[in-house]
């Protein structure tokens, strides 16, 4: 059997590198693409949907795919635990799947679960992300997913300090931890976590120099996982052992 994907946002940077590797994935085809602006109702029909379009298209594609019973896969960023919220009634009536993934690169999964791991020990956290000029959402999803991650990591220790949080210099803070964004060219994707405490500090950085090689592993596991996933799943740390226990 094989089974039908609709692509939605298929013609853009990251649907390009899905459509690419759903194509050499056994068992699944793209059957459909989309655009940012094409009609939903072509999702019809479809065994899953992946979602690769724009902020503000994207809470729209979840929609269209839960009222049809369609599992969905989210590559779209910015989706804060506020925003996914929203749909998570919608999904968890239906008896559905909303996958929704901030980064598909294993590097950035490892990155962001290892800052999270030493959060609890500094009592200072700040994220430096920069991006591509063409980027129009910030702080990027995958800056968002690590502050909640790290703020999460915190919860008997409580919020990180962020001193003159006030400063709209100071970045914008999610869970605490203020979140710088760089909008640039000549980058694809990089981010930092800088933690801080009495007399040292541990930095952890990601940077991504191919998104299509970077990202292909990633998206080789979302998919099947999407397919059959229940309720909503948030991360690719679901699919994967970081190997890192409590």
Do not use: C
């Not at 940012?36 to 899953?48: I, K, N, P, R």
């Not at 959402?137 to 919020?159: F, H, K, M, N, Y």
């Not at 120099?209 to 909503?232: E, H, K, N, Q, W």
């Amino acid at each position: 059997m094989t089974y039908q994907v609709a692509l939605v946002g298929g013609t853009g940077k990251l649907g390009t590198i899905i459509n690419g590797v759903i194509d050499e994935l056994e068992g699944f085809e793209v059957s459909r693409v989309l655009t940012s602006s094409s009609d939903l109702s072509e999702v019809d029909g479809a065994d899953l949907v992946v979602d690769a379009s724009t902020p503000q298209v994207s809470i729209e594609v979840v929609r269209a795919a839960v009222d049809r019973g369609i599992n969905v896969l989210v590559a779209t960023s910015g989706w804060s635990s506020e925003r996914i919220a929203l749909v998570r009634p919608l999904v968890e009536a239906a008896g559905t799947g909303a996958v929704f993934i901030p980064n598909f690169s294993l590097g950035s999964v490892l990155g962001s679960a290892l800052a999270a791991a030493a959060a609890p020990f500094f009592g200072s956290a700040e994220i430096v992300e920069a991006h591509r000029e063409t980027k129009i959402d910030s702080p990027s999803g995958t800056a968002v997913r690590t502050a909640e991650l790290i703020a999460a990591a915190r919860a008997e220790q409580g919020p990180v300090s962020a001193p003159h949080a006030d400063q709209r210099a100071r970045g914008q803070q999610v869970g605490s931890v203020p979140i710088h964004s760089l909008r640039r060219p000549g980058v694809v994707a990089k981010q930092e976590v800088i933690l801080s405490g009495p007399g040292e500090s541990l930095t952890f950085t990601h940077d991504t120099t191919d998104s299509a090689l970077a990202y292909a592993p990633g998206i080789r596991l979302a998919v099947p996982y999407a397919l059959s996933a229940t309720g909503v799943v948030v991360g690719l740390e679901h699919m994967i052992d970081i190997g890192i226990r409590s």
